[in-house]
T-cell receptor, first 113, second 110 residues
Framework: DTAVSQTPKYLVTQMGNDKSIKCEQNLGHDTMYWYKQDSKKFLKIMFS???????INETVPNRFSPKSPDKAHLNLHINSLELGDSAVYFCASSRGSYNSPLHFGNGTRLTVT | KNEVEQSPQNLTAQEGEFITINCSYS?????LHWLQQHPGGGIVSLFM???GKKKHGRLIATINIQEKHSSLHITASHPRDSAVYICAAQWAGTASKLTFGTGTRLQVTL
């Protein structure tokens, strides 16, 4: 059973398009995250939700909009894609907001051409 | 500014060697995480610690709060340990916002 699953695994699209990445966890965790990993493998938090409520919103262009329909799902919608959005996006979850191990999805490699 | 520094950036070892990866951070963390990312890309949480030492199989993680330093050790290294190891610090009051180190790419050869 996959604990944190995200789809699609690969996403290739043209500049200007709108795309979504979906994430679901079956661990019963309260907190979910989106991380971006750049070409140098550096990870950075984008968003965090706790029980469907946004608790972390880093300096991310407002073309990126997270949506949490319930605490098991956190989707990421990206409008007007740009070349610089190309990266690997990881979804993760944890039991609480503080001092809990993270469980990561397998990542979505987004390529914008 | 909350910063995390990791060393070395790259590490090559022969099978069986004892490996140490270091992580230093600025004051006031509430927890330090060690993550492993295999060439296939998936990320696995290895340890989360706020004091002392934790052990899981051949992996040992230690943290020294006074020196603001954590180490990840791998005993009897094996080629399957080849991966990128990432430390991440969580500061008190930052609601699970982790700041990541730049990662250590480990290659274990036969």
């Amino acid at each position: 059973d996959t604990a944190v699953s995200q789809t699609p695994k690969y996403l290739v699209t043209q500049m200007g398009n709108d795309k979504s990445i979906k994430c679901e966890q079956n661990l019963g965790h309260d907190t979910m995250y989106w991380y971006k990993q750049d070409s140098k493998k550096f990870l950075k938090i984008m968003f965090s939700y706790n029980n469907k409520e946004l608790i972390i919103n880093e300096t991310v262009p407002n073309r990126f909009s997270p949506k949490s329909p319930d605490k098991a799902h956190l989707n990421l919608h990206i409008n007007s894609l740009e070349l610089g959005d190309s990266a690997v996006y990881f979804c993760a979850s944890s039991r609480g907001s503080y001092n809990s191990p993270l469980h990561f999805g397998n990542g979505t490699r987004l390529t914008v051409t | 500014k909350n910063e995390v520094e990791q060393s070395p950036q790259n590490l090559t070892a022969q099978e069986g060697e004892f490996i140490t990866i270091n992580c230093s951070y600025s004051v006031g963390i509430s927890a330090l995480h060690w993550l492993q990312q295999h060439p296939g890309g998936g990320i696995v949480s290895l340890f989360m610690l706020s004091s002392g030492k934790k052990k899981h199989g051949r992996l040992i993680a230690t943290i020294n709060i006074q020196e603001k330093h954590s180490s990840l050790h791998i005993t009897a290294s094996h080629p399957r340990d080849s991966a990128v190891y990432i430390c991440a610090a969580q500061w008190a009051g930052t609601a699970s916002k982790l700041t990541f180190g730049t990662g250590t790419r480990l290659q274990v050869t036969l």
